[in-house]
């Protein structure tokens, strides 16, 4: 990951997304407030691997930069770190997950978090909202 050093989160937020719910934590980092997206849940959602998300992210020139390791609270458990992207970051993680190479009862779901997730994620830390 880009920095060694775990962020801790000064809010947290569950956001729904159709049928799924998708944890979004602000936390505080060298340029200042940012909202991060932990990916393995969203992987999980998606129903596709974990680890190698975790490895392409890794690998990439852009995402790796960027990738954190964040405190999240997730029930049950309490506090675990989590590898999260910063919101803005998101699609191009998404855009990388080729469709057209999961089972095809997954394939419109894919699309959708493509098309939609980020909008909805970012409307729920506009000021005044949820």
């Known amino acids: 990951m880009s920095d060694s050093a775990n962020l801790t989160p000064v809010e947290q937020r569950q956001v729904l997304f ?3 719910e998708i ?3 602000v936390a505080d980092d060298t340029s200042g407030r940012t909202v991060y997206i932990p990916i393995r849940p969203i992987c999980i959602h998606l129903g596709i691997a974990w680890d190698p998300q975790r490895r392409r992210i890794l690998r990439d020139p852009v995402l790796s930069g960027v990738v954190k390791g964040v405190t999240v609270t997730v029930t049950p458990g309490g506090p675990q770190e989590m590898i999260c992207l910063p919101l803005k970051f998101l699609p191009g993680w998404l855009f990388g997950i080729s469709a057209s190479r999961v089972k095809n009862d997954l394939q419109e779901k894919i699309i959708r978090y493509q098309r939609e997730c980020y909008d909805v994620l970012a409307e729920a830390f506009k000021e005044g909202r949820l």
Do not use: I, R, S
Request: aromatic fraction near 16%; hydrophobic fraction near 35%; charge should be negative.
């Open 18 to 20: 159709y049928e799924d």
């Open 23 to 25: 944890t979004a934590v």
